[in-house]
């Protein structure tokens, strides 16, 4: 065999053995365009962490992200990075295909979406973080994939400030777990808001997680426990106003049971009439001594009244008759 036959089949044997050639990277979506905002700026841990987005079509064919047909090749993906060095956090193993499983948006219209990002992967407990989404449609025929990706968004998770806390003991199918209850706050949109977090006390997983509302500190709240695995929390709304919040801890059922927002204080109810009475008489003596600075300086006059004579004591004799 010479030399030049050998080398040829020595090129076909590696032709015939090489890796398949790179899958193209998608293009960018001409008719596609994607837009995020956090739900809030800080995230107080335990509670959903929601990336809002909008999609915008242009296009002359409808958009569809669905578990069916073609479809399944188009989705919605959110991406977690790092705050601090801008590096992805990895997506959870049993994160879904699309983070919305479906959305539809007619030719020239838009539609809004939303993502709780703790189900696309596992979020640091606190820290600063950024968000972004990416819409993909994916070709059909061998058609490449087309893509539209949004900027990023800042946002922190912070652990807030705990007021108190008390432990519970619960069981989950017959073995007992210590819980953890925490009333914690937070400002959020500028008002102070109060939240009841509960959580394993062995490995600090969270159980159960309760907004319970804007409240003010003039008062602490109270946390105590009943029947049933309940918790009630009374917490000051307004001036004179509490609110009296019951949840259900029992496995299975974290739930509020119950809210009442129009609770009144006896001590706030008091101090106000108290308030009142005081009030009363000031103007009453203001009055008074107006009412004598009308009359003058002469018109004023007091009655001087003897008193009884004390028990035991004889009775002073009566002026002589001149």
Known sequence: M????????????????????????????????????????????????????TVRNSGSTAFIVDDYGDWLR???????????????????????????????VLPGAEKEFSVDL?????????GRFQAAAIVTCGGVGGAPDENAGSRRVSFSVVEGIELKAATRVRNDAGVPR?????????????????????????SGDIVAFYRLGAFLRVADPSLSFGEGDTATVVQQVSRDHFAKTVVSFAHGAERVLSRD??????????DA?????????????????????????FSRRTTRTDLPPSPGTPASPAPAAK
């Open 118 to 126: 703790s189900t696309v992967c596992d979020l640091p407990p606190t």
């Open 2 to 53: 010479t030399r030049s036959a050998i080398l040829l089949l020595c090129t076909a044997a590696t032709a015939a053995f090489a890796l398949p050639a790179s899958v193209p990277e998608p293009a960018v979506s001409p008719f596609l365009s994607v837009s995020v905002r956090m739900e809030k700026s800080e995230f107080v841990r335990g509670e959903p962490v929601r990336l809002v987005g």
């Open 178 to 202: 210590t819980l953890r209850f925490s009333l914690v706050y937070w400002d959020q949109a500028a008002r102070q808001n109060l939240f009841l977090r509960v959580s394993d006390a062995a």
């Open 273 to 297: 009439i108290s308030s009142h009475i005081v009030n009363e008489r000031v103007d009453r003596v203001m009055q008074e001594r107006a009412e004598e600075k009308k009359r003058g300086f």
């Open 74 to 104: 188009n989705t919605v993906k959110a991406y977690v990075f790092d705050g601090e060095t801008g590096r992805m956090i990895m997506p959870r193993r049993d994160a879904p295909r699309s983070a919305v499983p479906e959305l539809a």
């Open 261 to 270: 927002d129009n609770l009144v204080s006896a001590e706030a109810f008091s």
